[in-house]
């Protein structure tokens, strides 16, 4: 596999790589919550995490989640469609989402039922349906389930009489056929906690086709030495994206002895190159 190298900085500007050919389709389920009063309080686990789907103009995908009430109480269990984006950092945004937007996958979906209540240490079943409508271009599209819970009798009111509710959130990601995709390392900094430190590579995905990312980072002490070699969270880029993709370079109560260390990233998003770049460590006393 060939390689691209640089050296990488604050601020590095934008360069163009090869074309990208996947084969797969991601649906990632990512779990959220909203804090609720003690005496609304659910415990609602989903499966599975990872859904693979391959799709293409006019194919027809159902799939089924599985919702296991792992509280004490019966819970109520509310459906609905919802356009999503990540931030930066990969959060998924529900609210302020423009609806309808170039890639959203919404209108393509249909769920049942729409509403359940799930007992006490049972499984719920909630199934979607996906159908690609015919004409439609390669691309990365999405689409999101929201499913609410709330107690079988109505919402859960505080004594303020402000209500509660808990969500989980299916994010649903639908590659259509095999467009290219151009996607670049445009960043490499430091960024120090008080948990950790960590590296942050800016990852910019200028095609339209959604990658996931895999590789390695790898420490040098200054005589050239490989210290530490540490894997690249498997995360997603959406389309005509930036994403900052985090890579602990150690803990707090593992520390580096204090200098400077050269860095070595190398990421691999499907594409004929890896993409590589080059930075320095820095290590206070």
């Keep these: 596999m060939e390689l691209h190298r640089r050296p990488l900085y604050p601020n590095g500007r934008l360069h163009p790589h090869g074309p990208l050919i996947r084969r797969s389709i991601l649906i990632l389920l990512s779990v959220f919550g909203w804090l609720t009063p003690a005496r609304a309080q659910v415990s609602v686990e989903v499966s599975p995490l990872r859904v693979e789907i391959q799709a293409g103009p006019g194919a027809t995908s159902t799939q089924a989640v599985t919702l296991n009430n792992g509280g004490t109480e019966a819970v109520r269990v509310r459906a609905r469609l919802s356009d999503w984006d990540l931030a930066r950092d990969g959060s998924p945004q529900f609210e302020g989402v423009p609806e309808g937007g170039p890639y959203s996958a919404t209108a393509w979906v249909r769920v049942a039922p729409p509403e359940?209540?799930?007992?006490?240490?049972?499984?719920?079943?909630?199934?979607?349906?996906?159908?690609?409508?015919?004409?439609?271009?390669?691309?990365?599209?999405?689409?999101?389930?929201?499913?609410?819970?709330?107690?079988?009798?109505?919402?859960?009111?505080?004594?303020?009489?402000?209500?509660?509710?808990?969500?989980?959130?299916?994010?649903?990601?639908?590659?259509?056929?095999?467009?290219?995709?151009?996607?670049?390392?445009t960043d490499l900094s430091q960024r120090v906690t008080a948990e950790r430190t960590q590296l942050i590579a800016v990852l910019a995905n200028t095609g339209k086709r959604t990658v996931r990312t895999k590789g390695t980072m790898t420490i040098f002490d200054a005589g050239g030495k490989q210290l530490e070699q540490i894997p690249v969270p498997d995360v997603p880029v959406l389309p005509q994206s930036e994403r900052e993709v985090a890579i602990a370079a150690f803990e707090a109560a593992k520390p580096l002895p204090p200098g400077e260390y050269r860095v070595e990233v190398k990421i691999d998003v499907g594409m004929p190159a890896l993409l590589v770049g080059e930075t320095t460590l820095k290590v206070a006393r």
Excluded: H, W
């Design 116 to 185: 359940l209540v799930i007992d006490p240490g049972k499984d719920g079943i909630v199934r979607f349906s996906l159908t690609v409508p015919l004409g439609t271009a390669p691309s990365g599209y999405r689409a999101g389930i929201l499913f609410e819970f709330v107690p079988p009798g109505g919402e859960a009111v505080n004594k303020k009489g402000m209500q509660f509710r808990s969500r989980i959130a299916t994010l649903i990601y639908v590659n259509v056929g095999d467009p290219p995709a151009a996607v670049e390392l």
